[in-house]
């Protein structure tokens, strides 16, 4: 079965430090996303990628970098934590296409503190 | 101003009523729609995709999908206790598959 996988899936960071969110799917989809989740916002979308080495910026990418680095790996970089990125984080895969069901990760609780 | 609106922010139903939850894009470039339901503490899950003017039925969910005022609404009949949960609509367009989601509707269905 087509799998998204992501890791840590919790996570403590201290304010300035460095925080790196893997994700790695195994369904040889084009397309990557990373979404942070917080109550009353349903899902933000930070950056997402067209495939291997693309990397475009979403809604709010502010103090975030993403890195693409194969087709099945995406990462998303915080340099300088700061608590407002205290949130659930969510990857996500899929093709272009009416018809394609994006696969969701289980997601990364960070923590910032 | 979000780019895809839901409404309501919350909704109850007894169980075994009809659920609708709404939701509307502000980008006239959006070709597609989704809807993904999200059960606490677990990741979202495709319930149904519509491209195209009308309705599509599986099982106890119906989707309508108006392109031309880029409104889609999803409805839920004999609702269940275990349908309780985040319902999230989801948008892109052809020309950038940037998938952009709504707030959200948390539904209750009380038992």
């Known amino acids: 079965e087509a799998a998204v996988t992501q890791s840590p899936r919790n996570k403590v960071a201290v304010t300035g430090g460095k925080v790196t969110l893997s994700c790695n799917q195994t369904?040889?989809?084009?397309?990557m996303y990373w979404y942070r989740q917080d109550t009353g916002h349903g899902l933000r979308l930070i950056h997402y990628s067209y495939g291997a080495g693309s990397t475009e910026k979403g809604d709010i990418p502010d103090g975030y970098k993403a890195s693409r680095p194969s087709q099945e790996n995406f990462s998303l970089i915080l340099e300088l934590a700061t608590p407002s990125q205290t949130s659930v984080y969510f990857c996500?895969?899929?093709?272009?296409?009416?018809?394609?069901?994006?696969?969701f990760g289980s997601g990364t609780r960070l923590l910032v503190i | 101003q979000q780019k895809v609106q839901q409404s309501p922010e919350s909704l109850i139903v007894p169980e075994g009523g009809m659920a609708s939850l709404n939701c509307t894009s502000s980008d006239r470039n959006v070709d597609y729609f989704w809807w993904y339901r999200q059960h606490s503490g677990k990741s979202p899950k495709m319930l149904m995709?519509?491209?195209?003017?009308g309705e599509k039925e599986e099982g106890r969910f119906t989707v309508h999908l108006n392109k031309a005022s880029l409104h889609t609404s999803l409805h839920i009949r004999d609702s269940q206790p275990s349908d309780s949960a985040l319902y999230l609509c989801?948008?892109?367009?052809?020309?950038?598959?940037?998938?952009?989601f709504g707030s959200g509707t948390q539904l209750t269905v009380m038992p």
């Open positions: 996500a895969s899929g093709d272009a296409g009416a018809n394609s069901d994006y696969t």
């Open positions: 989801a948008a892109a367009s052809s020309g950038s598959w940037q998938l952009i």
């Open positions: 995709s519509i491209f195209s003017n």
């Open positions: 369904n040889n989809h084009n397309n």
